[in-house]
């Protein structure tokens, strides 16, 4: 959530940074007019009040005095702060909705690109920073798409899993089954090897928790909802693990904390139909494991950089090419301010995909759900910066190692470092 005091004081920059994600869709001057009518009744209030406390003060001191309850100017005072008193009575719902209306609209703008953030339309205008694994690329040349290797194989089932939910659903089967546990214990372990403290978290949350982290109000169509509960089936871990925090003050001497979590995770999809209607790139259902940190803003962009790290590592690991963009802020997520996308080779299409966003969030999902830090010997508190990325999306993974360990014999071969899970060196 942005700053109201920093919408209030610096508009111009505010909206400049707004228009650098999309010129014309975000437009703050509704804010700052019901801001200005809500400070305005603030300061008659405050009139109000005064002048209700100087009326009490006079009462008390002339009661003091020996004045008599029933003279005209005891009466005359005691009327007018009655009068003062009901003056206040109705501004304060008219205060109180004025605040709502203005949070409302916060609520719906999207994080500011920040400063180093690429200035651009769309996603032709991210930046690639650099690229990794090229010795083990392959050419399209007789490589199977991931899910007619996988249907082959007998490890993916479409059909049923239609049959059973609807289409964009899978079944994985023995093999396939397996590559996905063992692709995320592999995850895990590295991950907690690296620092990170895991946690499984709940896959429902509620409406507070997706209006912490940016999914809710703008996104609600993007998620699955228990309505009778008012519970949401999670669109990634980011939204519990964040909320675990919610309404918190952390101190600062155990600042950054870094978890790492496994989830299923559950989206609608709404808007992308025609999109990778086959195979494992755009599910309903899939599982990813994720990593989030709350840190010290002084060192925000260093652990960010350290983030993308974590996730690159496990590409490295499976030996699977892949590059870095720098997201441009025409196509930065709501909630984000700078992101790295990490991009994996798949050569039946011959392109690379995303396969996680590192996204650094600043103060903006703090102020939403509340997480602050104190530091000894200061008064106050601030706001944490937050952090999170795919480290990785599991479906992806498995897609990308089916098509670039395929074999001749068309068997898969197993990623070196997955063998002691899976117990296997082909599929």
């Not at 228009?19 to 008659?44: F, H, M, T, V, W």
């Not at 499984?200 to 949350?205: F, H, I, K, W």
């Not at 790492?260 to 559950?266: K, M, N």
Request: aromatic fraction near 8%.
């Amino acid at each position: 959530m942005l700053d109201l005091k920093l919408i209030r004081s610096n508009p111009d920059l505010v909206q400049e940074r707004l228009n650098a994600r999309k010129a014309g869709e975000y437009d703050i001057q509704p804010i700052l007019d019901l801001d200005a009518q809500q400070r305005s009744i603030e300061g008659d209030r405050g009139q109000l009040q005064a002048r209700s406390n100087e009326i009490g003060k006079a009462i008390g001191q002339k009661m003091k005095g020996g004045a008599n309850p029933q003279s005209e100017e005891i009466i005359a005072l005691k009327t007018e702060g009655n009068e003062v008193k009901q003056k206040l009575a109705d501004l304060e719902p008219q205060e109180k909705e004025l605040k709502a209306q203005i949070k409302a609209l916060i609520l719906a703008l999207p994080n500011l690109p920040d400063a180093t953030t690429p200035i651009g339309a769309n996603e032709t205008e991210n930046v690639e920073i650099r690229r990794w694994g090229d010795e083990y690329k392959k050419d399209a040349t007789g490589i199977l798409p991931h899910w007619d290797i996988g249907e082959k194989l007998g490890i993916l089932e479409f059909s049923r899993a239609v049959k059973v939910a609807q289409s964009r659903f899978v079944s994985l089967m023995g093999a396939g089954a397996a590559l996905e546990r063992a692709l995320i214990n592999f995850m895990l372990d590295t991950q907690i090897e690296a620092g990170y403290t895991e946690v499984m978290p709940p896959v429902l949350v509620n409406s507070e928790s997706l209006t912490g982290t940016g999914q809710l109000p703008k996104f609600a169509e993007e998620s699955f909802r228990c309505a009778e509960d008012d519970l949401w089936l999670t669109p990634t871990a980011e939204v519990p693990v964040t909320n675990l925090y919610r309404d918190e003050v952390l101190d600062a001497e155990n600042l950054p904390i870094a978890h790492c979590a496994y989830t299923p995770c559950f989206r609608r999809e709404a808007g992308s139909y025609g999109k990778d209607t086959r195979g494992l790139i755009r599910l309903h259902q899939f599982n990813k494991v994720e990593l989030v940190k709350f840190v010290h803003p002084d060192h925000s962009a260093a652990e960010h950089e350290k983030l993308v790290g974590n996730a690159e590592a496990i590409l490295q690991a499976l030996k699977l090419p892949y590059r870095v963009l720098e997201l441009c802020s025409g196509d930065i997520g709501f909630s984000a301010g700078k992101c790295y996308d990490l991009e994996v080779w798949l050569p039946s299409a011959g392109t690379y995909r995303e396969i996680s966003s590192c996204s650094n969030f600043y103060d903006f999902q703090a102020r939403r759900a509340s997480i602050r830090f104190k530091e000894p010997k200061q008064k106050g508190t601030r706001f944490v910066h937050t952090l999170n990325g795919s480290g990785l999306a599991i479906g992806r993974t498995m897609a990308a190692v089916l098509e670039n360990y395929q074999q001749p014999n068309g068997t898969v071969e197993v990623p070196e470092v997955l063998r002691s899970y899976m117990r296997k060196d082909f599929l």
